[in-house]
């Protein structure tokens, strides 16, 4: 059962524009939000993290939105470019109840020169 | 580079086999994880040690088991291996294991089982 949904397998975006990337989840207990990117041959590298208390968190180019009512986390890339090509990958946790970290599937992100 | 390692970096075994993949954690990190990836999955959370113990368990077969050494590095066994069991095991390790602890990712062990 995934509690943790990417719909989007795979998104391009030319250099220099906004790269948006979504993820929804079920379970109403995730209270802890991360990001992750990952390059082929490597493991998935932490980006950004948010905590239910919060509905924005802000490192550099990236930012983390989380719309708790609608179960919602968005990431944005600002301004895309072509480095930030990878797979992201998007985590939650109950903070309470140890730390696994439940996964999605996986956006695909082609940043375009 | 995360300071996680693993070996091996790929493994190619029959069906049936036994192999065990070997995870060492960043320098003070006492908290293992391992996941696994499919072809058509994200990653899938199985086991979680802290410090030599056993912390949270998830979707682990009960043909794969895995421990936390005294000098913390951890191993994960795969028994009675079938071909749904190839994917990419990845380990990862984190400071204190709950909480806002970040988990840091190895580059992963691919299984080919054939």
């Known amino acids: 059962d995934q509690q943790v949904k990417q719909n989007s397998p795979s998104l391009s975006v030319q250099e220099g524009r906004i790269s948006i990337l979504n993820c929804d989840y079920t379970?109403?207990?995730?209270?802890?939000f991360l990001w992750y990117k990952k390059y082929p041959a490597e493991g998935p590298t932490f980006l950004i993290s948010i905590s239910s208390i919060k509905d924005k968190n802000e490192d550099g180019r990236f930012t983390v939105f989380l719309n708790k009512s609608a179960k919602h986390l968005s990431l944005h890339i600002v301004p895309s470019q072509p480095g930030d090509s990878a797979v992201y990958f998007c985590a939650a946790s109950v903070l309470n109840s140890g730390y696994a970290l439940n996964f999605g599937k996986g956006t695909s992100l082609l940043v375009t020169p | 580079d995360s300071g996680v390692t693993q070996t091996p970096k790929h493994l190619i075994t029959a069906t049936g086999q036994r192999v065990t993949l070997r995870c060492s954690p960043r320098s003070g990190d006492l908290s293992v994880y391992w996941y696994q990836q499919s072809l058509d999955q994200g990653l899938q959370f199985l086991i979680q040690y802290y410090n030599g113990e056993e912390r949270a368990k998830g979707n682990i077969l009960e043909r794969f088991s895995a421990q936390q050494f005294p000098d913390l590095h951890s191993e994960l066994n795969l028994s009675s291996l079938e071909l749904g069991d190839s994917a990419l095991y990845f380990c990862?390790?984190?400071?204190?294991?709950?909480?806002?602890?970040?988990?840091?990712f190895g580059p992963g062990t691919r299984l080919t089982v054939l």
């Open positions: 990862a390790s984190s400071v204190v294991g709950r909480g806002i602890d970040t988990q840091y």
């Open positions: 379970n109403s207990m995730f209270d802890y």
